[in-house]
Nanobody
Framework: QVQLQESGPGLVKPSQTLSLTCTVS??????????WSWIRQPPGKGLEWMGA???????YYSPSLKSRTSISRDISKNQFSLQLSSVTPEDTAVYYC???????????WGQGTLVTVSS
């Protein structure tokens, strides 16, 4: 059974870059045909899909966040990472990593990590 765990700073200052890592166990991030996504949920709001990296390293990004988002992977560590640049308080959210069989519903989620953007 695959498990995902988010890690990274819980507090980021405005204008800085938010960096999170998702460590995957129980399955390889190179296994066909899975997509590995980042999703966030601001306080009191709904879920927002941010982007994904596929089993073969292809990236997909939400159009609204594409200019500030980068998702990469480290195959040797079975991890994938999120970088969100030029953050503002509006980027305060619980950030989740997840897996889906293709661009569909996620079938595995991390527990989520709260990131607060504040000076």
């Amino acid at each position: 059974q695959v498990q995902l765990q988010e890690s990274g700073p819980g507090l980021v200052k405005p204008s800085q870059t938010l960096s999170l890592t998702c460590t995957v166990s129980g399955g390889s991030i190179t296994t066909s045909y899975y997509y590995w996504s980042w999703i966030r949920q601001p306080p009191g709001k709904g879920l927002e899909w941010m982007g994904a990296i596929t089993y073969d390293g292809t990236n997909y990004y939400s159009p609204s966040l594409k200019s500030r988002t980068s998702i990469s992977r480290d195959i040797s560590k079975n991890q994938f990472s999120l970088q969100l640049s030029s953050v503002t308080p509006e980027d305060t959210a619980v950030y989740y990593c997840g897996r889906s069989p293709g661009l569909g519903w996620l079938d595995a989620w991390g527990q989520g990590t709260l990131v607060t953007v504040s000076s």
